[in-house]
């Protein structure tokens, strides 16, 4: 259970850790918009990528001996690449001024063609997951993890040594160099299914089963509603702030998502081994015991990177981007509500409640874009408060029963957010060096617990 565990949280938290410990020198080389647009274009990758494979992940992770199901999936992916792309075409060439401060060119379509790749990894990986492929999904996040990263890297700095700082052909060197990294993986996942290419064509046409459909579907809606919840800020925040405050508010936000990246991770060897479909007395309690587990890691690792950040952050990260150090301790919080989201969502998928997660998802991310349009925003510090007050509000609402099971979790929890907090704010007020030197202790503290929290309930499940 541990190996499976670990292989599954490195692959998922890998790409996303070297990421960020190559950000400062990255962003050494990339001014805060460039990033700006960067973001945008990664968040309009993870639209396309929804749409295009339609919550079929999940329904492979389901079904998993059906091989003519993965064909049926990939080819009607492939036809819709088709299709989206003479559509993005058509419109890049016709419409000068798009929305959110977006210009259609190569940065765009390598971008594209990315996001059709990844998401055809994504079916393979469902595949690989449901055979409990564990060690094949550890060896492919290497290509993520080491070589795009690196790449991307290097290939930006000849950019600017060859074009200077403010040159766009770096957001083109950032996803010709994802692309590239996805052909190798995708070549990788091939193999290793031993998938029939040549037997694809013929599945052009073909319709999936009903059942598997109906699974998909169901999971599109919850994909999409998700989207719409975590990533619509990014985009009101360029229609407010326009796009250098965009750049500092998503630095703020990727470095405190490395927490959330952890979580959900441990939740994917969750989901088929700590989850079972059914709904009985031992079953209830075993959820409850790991719940409380995973609420308590997610938690100690989010404050753990708040406390770290705030303290060190200064000296790590260029002095442009000094502004988003300062909203770490919004952004961590933030974060650990959107990972409460995720784990009471899975239970209620357990328990066959998935429309009431489309409605909470629906209704907190409509209340926020209310916000958004009819509130006067000074400053990017009053974006989290929106988000964090209305995910509070309604996730009490709908999940009430799960905060009451909780209560004295939640009450820990609180306490060591709120100490967490304060801490980060008397030290950005007084930059104080002992308060710095406590802030950066409780951080390598807090990290150790979330991780030593992790070992332990592998252990124990897999008794």
């Known amino acids: 259970m541990f190996k499976n565990s670990f292989y599954y949280t490195f692959e998922k938290l890998s790409p996303k850790f070297v990421s960020v410990l190559l950000l400062p020198v990255l962003l050494r080389l990339i001014k805060p918009e460039l990033w700006a647009e960067i973001t ?9 990528s929804y749409f295009l494979t339609q919550g079929d992940e999940r329904s492979i992770l389901k079904f998993t001996s059906n091989n003519e199901q993965l064909q049926q999936s990939f080819m009607s992916l492939i036809r819709y690449s088709f299709l989206a792309f003479l559509v993005i075409e058509i419109l890049g060439q016709t419409i000068s001024n798009l929305p959110f401060s977006i210009i259609y060119g190569l940065p765009f379509r390598f971008m594209f063609l990315s996001t059709v790749l990844i998401s055809v990894n994504k079916l393979f990986l469902a595949k690989l997951r449901s055979l409990e492929k564990s060690t094949i999904v550890f060896k492919s996040s290497f290509v993520e993890a080491i070589f795009i990263n690196a790449l991307q890297l290097v290939s930006i700095a000849v950019t600017v040594q060859l074009d200077g700082y403010d040159s766009r052909v770096i957001v083109t060197s950032y996803f010709a160099v994802q692309f590239l990294g996805n052909v190798i993986k995708f070549l990788y996942y091939v193999k290793q299914i031993d998938f029939e290419l040549s037997k694809s064509p013929k599945y052009f046409f073909s319709k999936k089963p009903a059942e598997f459909l109906k699974f998909s579907n169901i999971s599109f809606l919850i994909l999409l509603s998700n989207y719409l919840l975590n990533w ?16 500092i508010y998503s630095l703020a936000t990727r470095i405190s998502n490395l927490g959330m990246v952890f979580i959900s991770s441990v939740l994917i060897a969750a989901y088929s081994k700590y989850w079972p479909s059914d709904s009985t ?36 990260f260029p002095s ?32 066959n409640k998935l429309k009431s997660v489309f409605f909470f998802n629906s209704i907190t991310f409509t209340s926020q874009i209310v916000g958004y349009l009819y509130l006067d925003f000074k400053n990017l ?7 964090i007050i209305t995910l509070s509000f309604f996730l009490i609402f709908f999940f009430y029963i799960g905060f009451f099971k909780y209560y004295f979790k939640f009450i820990q929890i609180f306490l060591i957010f709120f100490i967490s907090i304060y801490m980060a704010i008397a030290y950005l007020q007084s930059s104080t060096p002992l308060l710095q030197i406590i802030l950066f202790l409780f951080g390598l503290v807090f990290s150790g617990i979330s991780i030593q929290t992790w070992v332990n309930l592998d252990r124990e499940s897999s008794l």
């Open 320 to 351: 442009s981007y000094l502004s988003s150090i300062n909203l770490i301790y919004l952004a961590a919080p933030l974060v650990f509500l959107q990972t409460i989201v995720l784990i009471f969502s899975i239970d209620f998928g357990r328990q």
């Open 232 to 247: 619509q800020d990014k985009f009101f925040v360029e229609f407010i702030f326009g796009l250098k405050e965009l750049g």
């Open 40 to 48: 945008l274009l990664l968040g309009i990758q993870l639209l396309f």
């Open 281 to 316: 007395t031992s079953v209830d309690e075993k959820v409850f015991r790991i719940t409380g587990d995973i609420l308590s890691m997610s938690c100690f690792s989010l404050c753990s990177l708040l406390l770290l950040v705030t303290s060190v952050g200064k000296y790590i």
């Open 381 to 387: 510090s009053q974006i989290f408060y929106i988000q």
